[in-house]
C-alpha cells in the first residue's frame, strides 16, 4: 500500500466522531462481489451530488476492510449489530439509526428520510 494512502486511511474520523457533523450510511456485505453491495454501490453513484448536499458520508465494510471511516471493522459490526449479510444503516447526525435494511436503499427513500430529518431542515432555512 502506498504510504500516502495508508495516511489517508488512518486519518479518517470514526464514524463516532462524524457526529453531529454528518449523517452516515453503513453499507456492509460479507464479499466485494456482492450483488446488493454492487446495486447500492450504483445508486449512490447516480446520488452523489445529492448525497455531498445533505452532509452524507458512505462506510463500507467488506469482509474485514473498512473505507470512509477509521473504525476497524469488527468494532462496527459489533457496534450495529451487523449480519454476515448485506445490510445498510443510515445513522443521523445525532448518531441515532434512522434506517435500517437487508436490500440495497433507493436513492428516493434516503432523499425522503434525510429531508424529514429535523436538522435537515433546519439547515434548509
Known amino acids: 500500500m502506498p504510504l500516502i494512502l495508508a495516511i ?3 486519518a479518517s474520523p470514526t464514524v463516532a466522531q462524524m457526529k453531529w457533523e454528518r449523517r452516515v450510511l453503513i453499507v456492509s456485505a460479507p464479499t466485494a462481489d456482492d450483488p446488493s453491495l454492487a446495486e447500492q454501490r450504483r445508486v449512490l453513484a447516480a446520488w452523489k451530488s445529492s448525497a455531498a448536499a ?4 458512505v462506510v463500507e465494510i ?3 476492510t473498512v473505507r470512509g471511516a477509521g473504525d476497524p471493522a469488527a468494532a462496527l459490526r ?4 451487523l449480519p454476515a449479510t448485506f445490510t445498510a444503516i ?9 434506517l ?3 436490500k440495497p436503499f433507493p436513492a428516493a427513500t434516503l432523499e425522503a428520510t434525510i429531508d424529514a430529518m429535523p436538522m435537515r431542515k433546519a439547515g434548509q432555512r
Do not use: F, H, N, P
Open 62 to 64: 467488506v469482509g474485514d
Open 90 to 98: 443510515l445513522i443521523g447526525k445525532d448518531g441515532g439509526e434512522k
Open 100 to 102: 435500517r435494511s437487508a
Open 8 to 10: 489517508a486511511l488512518a
Open 54 to 57: 445533505r452532509d452524507l458520508t
Open 78 to 81: 459489533r457496534k450495529y449489530r
